[in-house]
């Protein structure tokens, strides 16, 4: 059967899209937007329990935490973006949790200061706090990258540099985070630029995304504010020529619109 991934590509589960264009495998985008009205329904909470999206339907496994899938998908289809033997699973694993422990959380917090919150909601104090604890975790990477030959693991992109970037992706607004990082810098640069990244990433800005973000919206989700933002800034992964390919590209997904259609 093919592979099922819940979610939207304006979420966490535009790493798990990265992961499925990279391995070139199949599947079905089953579009569910986070939130009430989208991923905290009960037929959604059935598959996931933690009212959040992504999650996979791989033939009856039901999977969820957007590490672990990929790192399933990893593991499943092997090298090259997977390990090779189980030295690489391990490493790759330990970058993996490494990224979601030292770098998501003091980096969704620099999101959140630097575009996500409303601006009066925003702190400055939360974001210096934030770019300081990144700080030490960037330099460890920073070095890393320069003794592998600019990858992680394997001296090759691979799911590692995947799962790593994804968090790194966060500090989008605050390039000053990477300031002194010119490896991290050319690193991320790089597999941003990945056709399948591109895939992936197109999504994020077709109206349909858009559409089923707004649908996923309840009267609980602090999203509801965002009209109050007066400045966002320009988003590096937003615009009309990322609206054009996901355009043509939407055709590539053999879509199932259920946030909308049972709202
Ligand atoms: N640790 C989880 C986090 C998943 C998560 O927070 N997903 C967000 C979207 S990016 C979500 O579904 N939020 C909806 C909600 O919590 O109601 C993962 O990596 O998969």
Redesign the pocket.
């Given at each position: 059967m093919t592979l099922k991934i819940y979610g939207i590509p304006r979420?966490?589960a535009t790493r798990t899209l990265w992961m499925a264009h990279e391995l070139g495998i199949p599947f079905d985008l089953i579009e569910v937007a986070?939130?009430?009205g989208g991923?905290?329904k009960p037929e959604f909470l059935r598959l996931n329990p933690n009212?959040?999206?992504?999650f996979i339907d791989d033939d009856g496994l039901i999977l969820?935490?957007?590490?672990a899938i990929n790192l399933y998908l990893a593991k499943k289809h092997g090298a090259p973006i997977g390990p090779g033997n189980l030295a690489e699973d391990g490493q790759m694993t330990m970058w993996s949790f490494w990224s979601?422990n030292e770098i998501e959380p003091h980096a969704s917090t620099v999101l959140y200061n630097t575009a996500e919150r409303p601006e009066a909601e925003r702190s400055t104090a939360a974001l210096t706090a934030a770019l300081n604890a990144l700080s030490a975790p960037l330099m460890v990477l920073e070095k890393r990258l320069q003794e592998g030959s600019g990858y992680l693991v394997g001296r090759r992109f691979t799911v590692a540099d995947l799962n790593v970037i994804s968090c790194l992706f966060y500090l989008r607004f605050a390039p000053q985070a990477l300031a002194g990082k010119p490896v991290i810098r050319a690193w991320y640069d790089g597999a941003m630029a990945r056709p399948a990244n591109r895939s992936a990433f197109a999504l994020r800005c077709s109206a349909l995304t858009l559409a089923l973000l707004l649908a996923g919206l309840g009267p609980n989700d602090r999203f509801i504010h965002r009209p109050q933002q007066s400045k966002r800034p320009r988003d590096p992964h937003w615009g009309s020529r990322g609206l054009l390919v996901a355009g043509t590209r939407n055709h590539l997904y053999r879509t199932t619109v259920t946030a909308l259609s049972r709202r």
């Amino acid at each position: 059967m093919t592979l099922k991934i819940y979610g939207i590509p304006r979420s966490r589960a535009t790493r798990t899209l990265w992961m499925a264009h990279e391995l070139g495998i199949p599947f079905d985008l089953i579009e569910v937007a986070p939130g009430a009205g989208g991923s905290r329904k009960p037929e959604f909470l059935r598959l996931n329990p933690n009212g959040q999206v992504p999650f996979i339907d791989d033939d009856g496994l039901i999977l969820w935490e957007s590490m672990a899938i990929n790192l399933y998908l990893a593991k499943k289809h092997g090298a090259p973006i997977g390990p090779g033997n189980l030295a690489e699973d391990g490493q790759m694993t330990m970058w993996s949790f490494w990224s979601v422990n030292e770098i998501e959380p003091h980096a969704s917090t620099v999101l959140y200061n630097t575009a996500e919150r409303p601006e009066a909601e925003r702190s400055t104090a939360a974001l210096t706090a934030a770019l300081n604890a990144l700080s030490a975790p960037l330099m460890v990477l920073e070095k890393r990258l320069q003794e592998g030959s600019g990858y992680l693991v394997g001296r090759r992109f691979t799911v590692a540099d995947l799962n790593v970037i994804s968090c790194l992706f966060y500090l989008r607004f605050a390039p000053q985070a990477l300031a002194g990082k010119p490896v991290i810098r050319a690193w991320y640069d790089g597999a941003m630029a990945r056709p399948a990244n591109r895939s992936a990433f197109a999504l994020r800005c077709s109206a349909l995304t858009l559409a089923l973000l707004l649908a996923g919206l309840g009267p609980n989700d602090r999203f509801i504010h965002r009209p109050q933002q007066s400045k966002r800034p320009r988003d590096p992964h937003w615009g009309s020529r990322g609206l054009l390919v996901a355009g043509t590209r939407n055709h590539l997904y053999r879509t199932t619109v259920t946030a909308l259609s049972r709202r």
